[in-house]
């Protein structure tokens, strides 16, 4: 099955692109979340239009994102959480929380579903976590919860 992705897929590709995919994996995933259209002459059209744009962007991107990068991975955050005595938390920590400390530490507002965080996050402790900034620039942001 051949789609166009209208948002970022880890592992797939960017917004814009043309995949090539199992036909249970477009129908089943994909298409029901709007993460991809199917493909057609036209559709492929528009998606030539927003690659020619996107690569007049993209240089100033990168350049943002770098800034940004070193911004996120020089600046302390702490994700506050209930937690009992034995420092499990009640609940876990998701990567909306991760954004709004970092927001809330003074850094840029980043989008959740950027953000990655390898396992679930259940105890008080020291984390890290990957966010894509931009298809070429990746940063990891060292974050502490402390129970509240």
Known sequence: MKLILTQEVTGLGAA??????????GRNYLLPRALATPWTKGGQKQVDALIKGRAARAIRDLDTAKDVKGRL??????VAAKAGASGRLF???SS??????????????????KIEVTHA????????????LHPEVAATVRFEVVPA
């Open 96 to 113: 909306a929380d991760i954004a709004t400390a970092v927001k809330a530490a003074g850094g840029p507002e980043l989008d959740r579903r």
């Open 16 to 25: 814009g692109d043309v995949v090539e995919v199992k036909d249970g994996y």
């Open 121 to 132: 996050i259940k105890t008080v402790g020291s984390y890290e976590a990957t966010v894509r």
């Open 91 to 93: 609940g876990a920590i």
């Open 73 to 78: 991975e020089a600046q302390p955050v702490q």
